[in-house]
């Protein structure tokens, strides 16, 4: 499945529309199954092209969003 949501992504040609496959499906997956590595992937991503279309708040949402996923973790480890 891993690899489908990938492809899927990697198909996409519009900034536009990778970045609503990103939002909706990929980083919940990821947040999901816990494939962290993936997590940050999707979110630098997403965050990129967020920033090359000016939408920096968007882009801090993002990140907030990822730290707060990484945070659960590091909590259970440490």
Do not use: G
Request: with cysteine.
């Amino acid at each position: 499945m891993r690899s489908k949501i990938n492809y899927h992504f990697l198909v996409q040609k519009d900034q536009v529309d990778q970045k609503e496959y990103l939002r909706d499906i990929a980083i919940p997956f990821s947040i999901k199954i816990e494939d962290y590595d993936s997590l940050c992937f999707y979110t630098n991503h997403v965050m990129d092209i967020c920033i090359e279309n000016s939408r920096y708040k968007e882009a801090m949402q993002y990140y907030k969003k990822y730290q707060k996923e990484i945070s659960k973790v590091q909590k259970i480890l440490f």
